[in-house]
């Protein structure tokens, strides 16, 4: 066994064997892959081997497209048949909701190249004669769709691999991962130790116990997952000897389950309720080929409804129930990138649709690793989108609740309601005394809107039908058993709600709580030398000032965002909550190694509260004796100030546009400042508003945001970021962004008007056309309460952005009317105010 590679794959499923393949296809031969028994002895051998594009993840959809189009190229290089089954998809769809997700889709497909077709239940019927049509309001079909044979794939990019190069060691097992003071890694096998400068872990369900080598929490718990082999049926052996076309695969997602042909007969794939998390320590030394004894009672539902729609699954015998593991994470997406703290180390994990996503996985962390940087957007498979919070208990909840819901219409507003509440600040209660219907992000609870007292949605609503197994459509009741929130592709029925919050807002003042935001302490003698090397932006000179900063990657798209605060001795730095793993581990990978600049979590130990409103200063006034002038407090600055009997850091800055501050404050003080604010605002209107709120104000200043408007894809020149860019100083891509800019930018950011919309606004990834041609998508979209407009924030190609344009919304077609940045206040008079 070789004694040094340039990079180590711990794994010989499907996912490590892609990985391997496409580091040597980016030229690093010297690559190894350890497996500990055979390979596809995990997960790989008994999967069902489809190949699914339906996915309305920008990230996981371009990966999947990937996959498909390259293991038939795979398959001529090599020589080797991979058993593809270019058979398509079919995806039944019984109710409005389920119709509208698939529009919603078919847009999300259009704009990374996926074709997608519709079908009428007649249609369905010719594609598949043995499915019943009752019932139905049509279909999407993927021609391009299908499945292979998984063991045939691997093997086929084993044999790519190693005609590249790279090299396969079986039946080693990897018994420890030590990283030495030089930054090389030591893999230590059973058979010799390899030195190399990268390992990537793809263990499936070994992902815990190999992150634990490294110190590191792996959000990845398998569940059990079953499907069911018919015996033959005469039907389908007597169409396959007659040379009738193979019957695509079949998938009834209001009743959970998939189905396709399995030699001559049919194999059943229900993802029901109650399937267990497993492996929760990892399989034992000795698993190979492993399988968990068959359950049928949980399948129950799921097969009488494949038997009312497939009658001939109830006319032949079970020939075999496979019971397998399937590796989750807590939201069913994988986790492909960088592991938080840890220099060179890679993950390949938590696939629940390894298969489909082994190919393009393997592309992108290939692309990463060599060239520092993936060529699409992966923030949506990025393992830094899960914290410390992710422990063992949490991740079983939570893995066995994306398992059961993998069917399940996914509202775009849907907030899953397991292993919640974890997260919560002190104002928590008060907020939902005063009818806070929370989201979560990053395991934090926010007031999403607030409902008013005993409102309930009207009983009629709930529900999209009886006999639909996947019949969920609103959050979780509250403990007095009343439903408050609706979920939908439309507007629904928190819309006038929150346009109430944004009115009070603009009239009066709102209190909104965004503890959430990631927050840390920059200090050190090198801390602004560090600071203004990394950002694209300078960082404030004066003490008290607030700059918007952004780190941008080696050539020039937009990695991170931060609002930077300077104080005496440090910088504040705050960015979104949603990546507060993300962007810290960005930060301290990119620390100097003189020990010149420390840095400190702050998320905490500090609570923010965000007063905002033409009658935000009035109300200050009361509650403090700190001068709120514009000369003595202008726009863009914080001052340490008394709240009452609380202090806090007041930062003059906020995401909707108005009058305001922002109250960073030690978390423990947090109820004395909400109480001394509401009281002095009872007088002034001042009401609590939520996060949906926030958002629609911040599209109508056309705030953007990470990953949609401001991304790797697009150049900080593409996303409009002029103004934050210094080019008299050398800053973190500046040669690449600048080269690119002189070129001639791909891509312009815009803000539209969709005309004409009655019930939906865009909500991101619609496509945009001008004609039959595809210019652009949009990014964020919602109804703008103050303009009147429905809005849409969008990156469009350049050379036509003063062409007549149209936007598709649910498979409908709008105009749309170009406007100036900032619909709302253009010239920030109300900022300033």
Known sequence: MKSSARAVVIGGGVVGVSTLYHLAKKGWKNSVLLERKELTSGSTWHAAGLLPLFNVSYSVGQIHKYSVRFYQELQKETGMDVGFSNVSNIRLARTKDRWDEFMYYKGVAETIGVQVDLLTPEQVQEVWPLCETDGLLGAIQHPEDGYIQPADLTQALAKGARDLGATIHRNTTVTGIDQKANGKWVVTTDKGKIECAHVISATGNFARKTGAMVGLSVPVIPVEHQYIVTEPHPEIVARKKAGRPEMGVLREADSSWYMREENGGLLLGPYEKGAPACYVDGPSDESEYELFQEDLDRLMPHIETAVARVPAFAEVGIKKVYNGAIAYTPDGSPAIGPAPGLKNFWLNEGHSFGITAAGGAGWQLAEWIVDGEPTIDMMGVDPRRFGPYANEGYLKVKNEEAYSEVFTTHYPDEERAAARPLKTTPCYGRMKELGAVFGSVYGWERPNWFAPKGYSVPEKEIGVGEDVLTNYNHAAPLEDGRIVEKWSFRRSNYFSFVGQEVNNVTENAGLLDMSAFAKCRISGPGAEKWLNSIFANNVPKKIGRIALCHILTERGGVRSEFTVYRQPDYFYLVSAGAFESHDHDVLRKLLPDDDSVSMTPM??????????????????EKVTDTPLDNENFPWLSGKKISVGIATAHALRVNFVGELGWEFHHPIEQQNAIFDTIMDAGKDLGIKPFGIRAMTAMSIEKSYRLIPRELSIEYTAYE???????????????????????????????????????????????????????????????????????????????????????????????YKVTMLDESPFDPKNERLRA
């Open 603 to 620: 998320t905490g130990q500090w609570g923010v509260l965000v007063l905002a409103g033409p009658k935000s200063r009035e109300i200050l």
């Open 719 to 813: 996303s409009a970021l002029d103004r934050f860019i210094k080019l008299d100083k050398d800053f973190i891509g500046k040669k690449a962004l600048v080269a690119a800019h002189k070129k001639g930018d791909n891509w312009k950011f815009v803000t539209l008007e969709v005309q004409g919309v009655g019930d939906a606004d865009a909500r991101g990834s619609e496509p945009i056309y001008c004609g039959k041609e595809l210019v652009g998508r949009a990014t964020h979209g919602s109804y703008g309460w103050r303009v009147g407009k429905s809005l849409a924030l969008a990156m469009i190609k350049p050379e036509f952005a003063e062409e007549e344009l149209e936007i598709v919304i649910l498979g409908e077609r």
